[in-house]
């Protein structure tokens, strides 16, 4: 099967990564990192105000799926987007959801 010049391959991982990114504090903690931030996990969850345990399980997902990697500095890890053009995903959510 084959769109537009996309396998199926492709379709499928393109899938994944908007399962894994289509949750609202996971799309939150996106645009909190977008522009090059790196940021450990107090700091999300901070500026989520939930828990940092959800904090660490939602930072989990994007990780495992690619979205995000991490750095450890010390007793920190921090955060941050592998790819930044999924900067234009968000600001595309973020537009249809207005």
Same mark, same amino acid.
């Given at each position: 099967?084959?769109?537009?010049?996309?396998?199926?391959?492709?379709?499928?991982?393109?899938?994944?990564?908007?399962?894994?990114?289509?949750?609202?504090?996971?799309?939150? #903690? =996106?645009?909190?990192?977008?522009? !090059? &931030?790196?940021?450990?996990?107090?700091?999300?969850? %901070?500026? +989520?105000?939930?828990?940092?345990?959800?904090?660490?399980?939602?930072?989990?997902?994007?990780?495992?799926?690619? #979205? =995000?990697?991490?750095?450890?500095? !010390? &007793?920190?890890?921090?955060?941050?987007?592998?790819? %930044?053009? +999924?900067?234009?995903?968000?600001?595309?959510?973020?537009?249809?959801?207005?």
């Amino acid at each position: 099967m084959k769109f537009e010049g996309l396998t199926a391959e492709q379709l499928e991982k393109a899938a994944n990564l908007l399962k894994a990114i289509a949750h609202p504090m996971r799309i939150a #903690i =996106l645009e909190y990192l977008d522009g !090059g &931030k790196q940021l450990n996990v107090t700091e999300i969850h %901070e500026y +989520l105000e939930i828990e940092q345990s959800t904090t660490s399980h939602h930072l989990g997902i994007l990780k495992d799926k690619g #979205i =995000l990697g991490s750095k450890r500095e !010390g &007793k920190n890890t921090y955060y941050y987007i592998r790819n %930044e053009n +999924l900067s234009s995903i968000i600001e595309c959510v973020n537009k249809c959801a207005c």
